[in-house]
Antibody, heavy 123, light 109 residues
Framework: QVQLQESGPGLVKPSETLSLTCTVS????????LTWIRQSPGKGLEWIGH???????NYNPSLESRVTISVETSKNQFSLELSSLTAADTAVYYC?????????????????WGKGTTVTVSS | QSVLTQPPSVSAAPGQKVTISCSGS????????VSWYQQLPGTAPKLLMY???KRPSGIPDRFSGSKSGTSATLGITGLQTGDEADYYC??????????FGGGTKLTVL
């Protein structure tokens, strides 16, 4: 079955840029929206943004100025870059496969999730 | 502050029924489908319900979903201790982003 696995540094310094990669195995990323979500300690889920396999993106308006999501279909991978980090960006970062579209109304379901990777922003 | 509003916690005894509400607006729930996610302690969220009331394969029919206007509800019957988790609602918003509720912690007493 399809599996997603996040990878990247666990500790990043303030003001630096976080780079994470999600590798998809057991299936293709074609026709899916490849999504990043984060969860600060003890808090709820925050949608960061997604990229369609063809390259179009949508970002959370509150993070848009600092976020870039890219995709490398040949490697079945997609990546997250988050710049100008502060302690408030400390969180567990999840990648997920999104099913998004229109069927009379918009639907948006994240049906496969990675296990998450913990990122701490600290000097 | 989350765009969608959920109660912070709910509780009920084993075997009983519980409902979790999710309130939004015409910019999100009112005009789009709602999904629900279950996050067991220390694990990643899992899709529990999609398009308001459809269950992915493997989700028991003890779980149900509904939507009315700008609110949605998740129902769980025959509560089990294994249902103790955080539950999140989510949907698409007119801001061209996905939004979640703040999460509801279910305790099975």
């Amino acid at each position: 079955q399809v599996q997603l696995q996040e990878s990247g540094p666990g500790l990043v310094k303030p003001s630096e840029t976080l780079s994470l990669t999600c590798t998809v195995s057991g299936g293709s990323i074609t026709y899916y929206y490849l999504t990043w979500i984060r969860q600060s300690p003890g808090k709820g889920l925050e949608w960061i943004g997604h990229i369609y396999y063809s390259g179009s993106t949508n970002y959370n308006p509150s993070l848009e100025s600092r976020v870039t999501i890219s995709v490398e279909t040949s490697k079945n991978q997609f990546s997250l870059e988050l710049s100008s980090l502060t302690a408030a960006d400390t969180a567990v970062y999840y990648c997920a496969r999104g099913d998004y579209g229109w069927s009379g109304r918009y639907y948006y379901n994240m049906d496969v999730w990675g296990k998450g990777t913990t990122v701490t922003v600290s000097s | 502050q989350s765009v969608l509003t959920q109660p912070p916690s709910v509780s009920a005894a084993p075997g009983q029924k519980v409902t979790i509400s999710c309130s939004g607006s015409s910019s999100n729930i009112g005009n789009n489908y709602v999904s629900w996610y279950q996050q067991l302690p220390g694990t990643a969220p899992k899709l529990l319900m999609y398009e308001n009331n459809k269950r992915p394969s493997g989700i028991p029919d003890r779980f149900s979903g509904s939507k009315s206007g700008t609110s949605a509800t998740l129902g769980i019957t025959g509560l089990q201790t294994g249902d103790e988790a955080d539950y999140y609602c989510g949907t698409w918003d007119s801001s061209l982003s996905a939004v979640f509720g703040g999460g509801t912690k279910l305790t099975v007493l």
